[in-house]
């Protein structure tokens, strides 16, 4: 079992930055491959990015691709997702989650994953 704590998140201008961070307790999290979603009002869960357990292979939707980074460092239990550049709608609620498995096709699919923390909201002004 994994537990998952997002942190970072705030309100952002358009164009400036961000760094939402995630750490995980419990089992290691070099076991699982990691992905950060997002959460806008009225709109389903979507994929943001994906990052595979020795952070060698990352995988992005591709509103964000070239803007947002994801990455790991699995000796302090902590993925990162940086956003550069944000925009207003990349204002949600932007969720990590674990997946006990290697990355794989279905990677961007929301019941692939495991375990999921609690959120932290991002607000991009424009």
């Given at each position: 079992?994994?537990?998952?704590?997002?942190?970072?998140?705030?309100?952002?201008?358009?164009?400036g930055?961000?760094?939402?961070?995630?750490?995980?307790?419990?089992?290691?999290?070099?076991?699982?491959?990691?992905g950060?979603?997002?959460?806008?009002?009225?709109?389903?869960?979507?994929?943001?990015?994906?990052?595979?357990?020795?952070?060698?292979?990352?995988?992005?939707?591709?509103?964000?691709?070239?803007?947002?980074?994801?990455?790991?460092?699995?000796?302090?239990?902590?993925?990162?997702?940086?956003?550069?550049?944000?925009?207003?709608?990349?204002?949600?609620?932007?969720?990590?989650?674990?997946?006990?498995?290697?990355?794989?096709?279905?990677?961007?699919?929301?019941?692939?994953?495991?375990?999921?923390?609690?959120?932290?909201?991002?607000?991009?002004?424009?």
């Amino acid at each position: 079992q994994v537990q998952l704590v997002e942190s970072g998140g705030g309100l952002v201008q358009a164009g400036g930055s961000l760094r939402l961070s995630c750490v995980a307790s419990g089992r290691t999290s070099r076991s699982y491959s990691m992905g950060w979603f997002r959460q806008a009002p009225g709109m389903w869960r979507e994929f943001v990015a994906a990052i595979s357990r020795g952070g060698t292979n990352t995988y992005y939707t591709d509103s964000v691709k070239g803007r947002f980074t994801v990455s790991r460092d699995n000796a302090k239990n902590t993925v990162y997702l940086q956003m550069n550049n944000p925009k207003p709608e990349d204002t949600a609620v932007y969720y990590c989650a674990a997946r006990d498995a290697p990355i794989g096709e279905s990677r961007a699919v929301v019941s692939e994953y495991d375990h999921w923390g609690q959120g932290t909201q991002v607000t991009v002004s424009s």
